[in-house]
């Protein structure tokens, strides 16, 4: 069938607008009719290289939306169902799913980095030339074929744009809290950078029970406005990782139990590390262009028992994680409706992109639903 998509012809150029073929669903998979989807980071990656992606592709990894059709043998999900859609789905036999690392999954990895499905093959198509899946989703489109382990039914009351939000961002920075790090009731945490990641794991440590929670950005504006999802504190960048950690460890008495970055700097993530207080931890979520090294004052590793881990998808379990992400949302324990700042038509996702680059959005969310007309900005 024919759809319109965002394609990313090649490394560097503009997102295009366009029609393009989409098979139909192989073993194991499903079409999706996409509602909402999320601008993140990781896209902009793919666009500028940082990350290098096979291109041409339709990017995308944060959607949500109906499930519209199933291929042969599927049984996790049917026509009718609505579904968050999980970028990392997991085949649940390789070494690692079976050591309990569904994020870390050695199945889907390869594939996602091929730019095909889970076979290796692509169901998308331009004018009879190939055209790469993105993340095993690519979600800036009407449609996508997906796996099936990649979709999460969810329940009638939850909007489409959340759910997309949850399939990346959300469940990055609350799960890092949640299953990365345990942050436990009473805990004091940094959170370095106040996009959508780290907006999330501060709420996610404020739905944990943390007790003070400093957020801190290299705009003032941005750490203030982490006061609004759970963060007791605000810090502005000091200049130097070294000032702006002495900041946060004044703040909170001596260091905070758990610092979480999420911006892919090498200085931010020495600011967390060095915001930790004994036994602390640095829970490092950015990613990190492929030559970043972070070089540790490394005596105080041993001496103060701190501690330095990542954290991919947030360790997350979507078909366990998602559901319980929903819940908190309902009641009232997780304000992500706060993240979506702007709603934009799929023509104009290139002024999503914009404001993700000149940090003007929490989160941009492409409306799948309505047409160009009616979607306010
Ligand atoms: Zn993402
Ligand atoms: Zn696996």
Redesign the pocket.
Known sequence: MEIRAAILPATGAALEIAAVELAPPGPGEALVRLAATGVCHSDQNAIDGTAPTRCPAVLGHEGAGTVVETGPGTTLVAAGDRVALSWAP?????????REL?Q?????WPAMDAGGLLDGSSRLSRDGGPLYHYSLLSTFAEMAVVPERACVPIAEDVPFEIAGLVGCAVTTGVCAAWRTAGVRPGDRVAVVGCGGVGLSAVMGAAAAGANRIVAVDLSAEKAGAAGAFGATDAVAWQGSAEETADAVRELTGGGVDHAFEATGRPEAMLAAFLATRNHGQAVLMGIAAEDAVLPLPARSIPRMERRVIGSLYGSARPDRDFPVIFDMYRRGRLPLDRLISHRLPLERIGEAFELLRGGHALRAVIDLERGMDDVAA
Request: charged letters at 15%; hydrophobic letters at 25%; aromatic letters at 6%.
């Open positions: 997991y085949c649940g036999s390789c070494e690692q799913c079976l569904p870390l999954c050695e199945a889907a």
